[in-house]
């Protein structure tokens, strides 16, 4: 069965709002991390938080890690149409830098 | 400068056919991967090469081969395709001890 299960499927805000996207997984990981697809397109790596980090940020992106509930977070921070897109997380455990990757989230931002 | 590169971009082919796709990273990395992305969005892993050994292999059926001639490519060979292997299939690379992956913008596969 898949790893990572993400919630909301789909977001659509305002440009300037804050999306918050989440992503929970079933067993151990050394690292997760965030993915971009834009409509049409390859993934884009966002950010990557290891088991031991917490929090993390990157730009307008904030990422935190709670292994006890096996859960993460992407916020991205007054957000612009340009981050309408799919966003992924992936969880990595190990063995050859295998990732496994949620069910994503749709955001649009609309102007 | 494209940094993962696939093509074709785009294949049309009838059932029972068997066809390639080719990837090439130009970023040096050791490890190339492919996986396969269904039409609900949901990626999986396919196949994982390191320096030309193959290091992951999913569960795929054998009618998929991955053949990696040297460190920069990896190509995906499918024989006696079927309705169901229709999707987008992406190539990607990565650098040993650096978990980040550099994805190529895909290969949408329609099988008729």
């Known amino acids: 069965s898949q790893q990572g299960e993400e919630d909301p499927q789909a977001l659509s805000i305002q440009e300037g709002e804050n999306a918050t996207m989440n992503c929970s997984y079933k067993t151990s990981i050394n690292n997760l991390q965030w993915y971009r697809q834009n409509s049409g397109r390859g993934l884009v790596h966002l950010i990557l938080i290891r088991s031991n980090e917490r929090e993390k940020h990157s730009g307008r992106l904030r990422v935190t890690l709670d292994t006890s509930k096996k859960s993460s977070s992407l916020l991205i921070t007054a957000s612009r149409a340009a981050d309408t897109a799919s966003y992924f997380c992936?969880?990595?455990?190990?063995?050859?830098?295998?990732?496994?990757f949620g069910t994503g989230t749709q955001l649009k931002v609309e102007l | 400068d494209t940094a993962v590169s696939q093509t074709p971009k785009y294949l049309v082919t009838q059932m029972g056919n068997d066809k390639s796709i080719k990837c090439e990273q130009n970023l040096g990395h050791d490890t190339m991967y492919w996986y396969k992305q269904d039409s609900k969005k949901f990626l999986k892993i396919m196949f994982s090469?390191?320096?030309?050994?193959?290091?992951i292999n999913e569960t795929v059926p054998n009618r998929f081969s991955p053949k990696s001639p040297d460190k920069a490519h990896l190509n995906l060979h499918i024989n006696s395709l079927e309705l169901g292997d229709s999707a987008v299939y992406f190539c990607?690379?990565?650098?040993?001890?650096?978990?980040?992956?550099?994805f190529g913008p895909g290969t949408r596969l329609t099988v008729l």
């Open positions: 992936a969880t990595g455990t190990g063995g050859g830098n295998k990732l496994t």
């Open positions: 990607a690379s990565s650098q040993t001890s650096v978990e980040t992956q550099y």
């Open positions: 090469y390191n320096n030309k050994e193959l290091i």
